[in-house]
């Protein structure tokens, strides 16, 4: 299945298999149904603007929100904080524009250096590297300590290269405790040489099988780099413009700074501006905060209602107890649009200005649960079983035959649980659910594509357990009845659940 531009045959039966349908290439158009909130997601990402989407699950909020951060600009700037050394406990933010980054990116591979070969090096260098054994020259990794040819410590000790002191295998053997388990302790060797008839520095460090050459231009320029004030960079600039905050704990959505148990000592601890974390209201700056079943957030609402507002929002310790308690970091940025989705029956539970300030910047769209059953829907509900198909990875492409029986099953659920005869559910996730057993069925079967036969046994495995209990017991509430007078009679005949008693002596015969 190839994606492409946006093509439906005019039938059902102009289909053979899914593979005659072409996904299209622009996420919005992949969502099914939902035509009044695909058009609003548009304007949404082209004048940044907040939406809330209101509908039950499976219907296609999330995905709106994906594609809604699609048709967005790649993030154009970095975020780092800053080590403030008149007031470490209070680093500064910095924002540095794509341009920016791209140049330091260049600097620093300016200041990389030329990768070389170990024997391609002096001798002398190769030696105090590590590389190098001084007693037979073979070479091998510094994290060898001992040379693999001869067998001796390649280790080079200070005044001794060279074979005319003849106390150096003496001498070499009592110091060898004082040499570091990696061989030679020298990372890095500074010495000088002639290029063009000039005399310069440059310098050798170990670079794994490989030695860097740093020649004296890329040494200054490395020397001005340190003198700069040390940063993290707190969000990147290659980043992902869709973040999903559903359910996040306050740390997760608002940021945090990380407990030191040295109290950020110098020598011992981290700077307070190591230890700081980006919240995902950070993370989604110039992109999109996806809040899925937002009531349920509770009183973390008033922070994200504070963001939408001063579109930055501070980062600081959130645990009492630790010693990032006292760390701040003031005007960290947090442009985003809010893409917030619930449920009907939770409205009621989204704070009355956060709602407010949603509509006043945006839109709130009510999802549609069914559509028309006609030809060109029909055709939509090919393409979604296309596309699941193609994101799955693992299912045959499905024939016309099956596409029918997944439609007739659309047309079914519609009636069911939304009463509207003559058209077809927009409950999706459950459909998908169908087509990956039909799809499993036929795998484990090596038929070469999904039949009828496979949704029709798909459908039987994939009933809800309250339609197992109707079919069991007559009605849900049979079931119900049944079960709880069974419960009554265990509990009559001195029955309990073992966990209300954990003395195995109150049981009469023990746990059985």
């Not at 109707?470 to 073992?498: D, I, K, P, V």
């Amino acid at each position: 299945m190839t994606e492409g531009a946006h093509h439906l045959p005019a039938a059902i039966d102009e289909i053979e298999t899914t593979a005659d349908i072409s996904i299209p290439t622009d996420p919005l158009e992949r969502v099914i149904g939902q035509e009044k909130a695909v058009e609003i997601a548009r304007i949404a990402a082209y004048q940044h603007r907040h939406l809330l989407l209101v509908g039950p699950p499976g219907i296609g909020k999330s995905m709106t929100a994906q594609a809604l951060a699609l048709h967005l600009d790649r993030p154009r700037s970095e975020l780092r904080v800053v080590h403030n050394p008149e007031n470490p406990e209070r680093p500064t933010v910095e924002i540095v524009s794509r341009d920016e980054v791209h140049r330091e990116r260049e600097a620093l591979r300016s200041v990389e250096g030329e990768l070389i070969a170990p024997a391609d090096a002096p001798a002398s260098v190769a030696e105090r590297l590590g590389y190098r054994c001084p007693r037979c020259s073979f070479y091998s990794l510094p994290s060898e300590r001992y040379c693999p040819s001869c067998g001796n410590i390649k280790q080079v000790l200070p005044g001794m290269a060279g074979s005319s002191n003849p106390f150096r295998d003496l001498v070499g053997g009592i110091l060898e405790l004082t040499v570091s388990p990696g061989g030679n302790p020298q990372e890095s060797v500074r010495t000088t040489r002639l290029r063009n008839g000039v005399e310069e520095v440059v310098a050798y460090e170990r670079a794994g099988d490989r030695i860097k050459v740093l020649d004296q231009r890329a040494l200054e320029r490395r020397r001005t780099l340190q003198r700069e004030s040390p940063s993290k960079v707190l969000v990147k600039l290659d980043r992902n413009s869709f973040v999903m905050a559903t359910g996040a704990s306050e740390t997760e959505l608002l940021g945090d700074v990380r407990h030191d148990p040295y109290g950020g000592h110098p020598q011992l601890g981290s700077l307070p501006y190591e230890r700081v974390i980006a919240g995902a209201i950070h993370e989604s700056h110039e992109g999109v905060l996806f809040i899925d079943e937002l009531p349920h957030l509770g009183f973390l609402q008033r922070h994200i209602l504070t963001a939408m507002q001063e579109k930055r929002f501070p980062i600081s310790g959130r645990n009492p107890q630790s010693g990032g308690a006292a760390v701040r970091v003031d005007s960290v940025p947090c442009d985003f649009i809010l893409v917030a989705a619930a449920n009907i029956q939770d409205l009621h539970g989204i704070l009355s200005p956060l709602r407010s300030r949603i509509a006043g910047s945006g839109y709130e769209v009510l999802l549609e649960t069914t559509m028309a059953d006609n030809e060109a829907n029909r055709l939509k509900v090919a393409q979604f079983c296309a596309q699941e198909i193609a994101v799955d990875g693992r299912i045959r492409p499905a024939t016309r035959a099956a596409l029918l029986e997944l439609i007739k099953e659309a047309r079914r659920r519609a009636e069911v649980l939304d009463g509207r005869r003559n058209a077809l559910t927009l409950r999706l996730r459950e459909l998908g659910g169908l087509i990956r057993t039909a799809g499993d069925l036929a795998a484990v079967s090596g038929s070469e594509t999904v039949d009828a036969p496979h949704v029709r046994r798909a459908l039987e495995r994939a009933r809800s357990i309250e339609e197992q209990v109707r079919e069991a017991y007559g009605s849900f509430q049979s079931g119900l009845r049944q079960e709880s007078t069974e419960a009554q009679r265990q509990q009559a005949s001195g029955y309990y659940h073992w966990t209300e008693h954990p003395d195995p002596s109150q049981f009469p015969g023990g746990y059985g």
